[in-house]
């Protein structure tokens, strides 16, 4: 529930685990929110059920995000379908609800900060709406 971490900057996991390549034959064949479980998976461990993580992943990735042929060797992911256009919407929506089921048994009351001059707050703002426990403030720098 940290912000920054002890050394002011970003949080990163001790050790990035490997993804199984079984899962790289697949996907192919899986949906979205079927590669998104997956991979919150091994980062998540044991820390939220899996029934419960599958919930979570499907209610986070409820829009498209259509795979586009550019040619027969070349395709991209277009990540820009969300509820407010941007590609953090999955980042946002995810944590918002992780962070939701973390404090789901607490009184305690979490207040983020968004700094931006883009559409992160936007993103946050959409992800963290209607989220008890959690209070959302942006700071937006306006044009001059």
């Known amino acids: 529930m940290k912000g920054l971490s002890p050394d002011g900057g970003l949080f990163m996991p001790v050790e990035i685990p490997q993804l199984d390549v079984l899962l790289f034959n697949e996907l192919q064949k899986l949906s979205i929110q079927e590669i998104g479980?997956?991979?919150?998976?091994?980062f998540v461990d044991?820390?939220?059920?899996?029934?419960?993580?599958k919930s979570i992943v499907d209610d986070v990735i409820n829009f498209e995000a259509p795979l586009v042929e550019l040619d027969s060797k070349l395709s991209i992911l277009e990540l820009f379908h969300g509820p407010t256009l941007a590609f953090k919407d999955f980042g946002?929506?995810?944590?918002a609800?992780?962070?939701s089921h973390f404090l789901k048994d607490s009184d305690?009351?979490?207040?983020?900060?968004?700094?931006?001059?883009?559409?992160?707050?936007s993103a946050v703002a959409s992800g963290f709406y209607?989220?008890?426990g959690i209070n959302v403030y942006?700071?937006?720098?306006?044009?001059?």
């Open 37 to 42: 479980f997956e991979v919150a998976k091994i």
């Open 46 to 53: 044991d820390e939220i059920s899996d029934a419960y993580l």
């Open 92 to 95: 946002a929506r995810f944590m």
């Open 97 to 99: 609800r992780t962070m």
């Open 108 to 121: 305690e009351t979490v207040n983020i900060l968004v700094a931006t001059s883009g559409d992160t707050g």
């Open 130 to 132: 209607g989220i008890d």
């Open 138 to 144: 942006l700071l937006i720098q306006a044009e001059k």
